[in-house]
């Protein structure tokens, strides 16, 4: 069975710090994705990034980087100079293969870690 | 906006009645995924589809069916409804396993 663990219930930091948010996963797929998802107070789910198995570079994107090692098999999202509009509730969350894999398609999701910046 | 389209927003129904859910795909996107969200559960993975069929099921309630028509929209009937159905209930569609999968706004279902 598949298995995402955010142990970061909520983090509160002040405006402008830079913040790791921790993502440990469990699959026994050989290929699966990997996902960041952001679900700010109205509620949607913001896609962030989608990293595959087989690619280990990290990403950054603006303030935002990620850093996936399948070693640790852990897939960390980093805000550097954090700002008020990153608060929100961010959520880890794996994929198996699809039709290369076994059981659901579907996402696993973390319990999320709820990010407050405090201005 | 993610393109996946949901409605209703809101709704608010008596124990015991049936709703229906209703969610318009990306377009090009043939994989439909139903999930909800509930404070004690989390989110959790209902059902997905591929082009008409159902393709995986997770954590659905017998009380709970889903369907993907011929145009790719995707229904999700939830009946006999408990006070502990209410959740957000989400759609999201991509255009085959393992890809990009994009979520709609969600519907928020209150059971009274």
């Known amino acids: 069975a598949q298995k995402v663990t955010q142990a970061q219930t909520e983090i509160s930091v002040v405006e402008k710090e830079d913040v790791t948010l921790d993502c440990v996963y469990e699959t026994r797929d050989t290929t699966y994705y990997l996902f960041w998802y952001k679900q700010p107070p109205s509620g949607e789910l913001v896609f962030l990034i989608r990293?595959?198995?087989?690619?280990?570079q990290n990403e950054i994107s603006g303030r935002y980087s990620w850093n996936f090692q399948k070693s640790t098999s852990s897939f960390n999202f980093t805000i550097t100079a954090s700002q008020v509009v990153d608060s929100a509730v961010y959520f880890c969350a794996l994929s198996g293969g699809g039709y290369s894999g076994g059981g659901a398609d579907g996402l696993t999701f973390g319990k999320g870690t709820h990010l407050i910046i405090q201005p | 906006d993610s393109g996946v389209t949901q409605t209703p927003k809101h709704l608010i129904t008596a124990t015991g009645q049936r709703v229906t859910l209703r969610c318009s795909p990306r377009s090009g996107d043939l994989s439909v995924y139903w999930y909800q969200q509930s404070l004690d559960q989390g989110l959790q993975f209902l059902i997905q589809y591929y082009n008409g069929e159902e393709r995986a099921k997770g954590n659905i309630l017998e009380r709970f069916s889903a369907q993907q028509f011929p145009d790719l929209h995707s229904e999700l009937n939830l009946s006999s409804l408990e006070l502990g159905d209410s959740a957000l209930y989400f759609c999201?569609?991509?255009?085959?396993?393992?890809?990009?999968?994009?979520f709609g706004e969600g519907s928020w279902l209150t059971v009274v």
């Open positions: 999201a569609s991509s255009i085959r396993a393992g890809n990009t999968i994009y």
């Open positions: 990293r595959n198995s087989f690619d280990e």
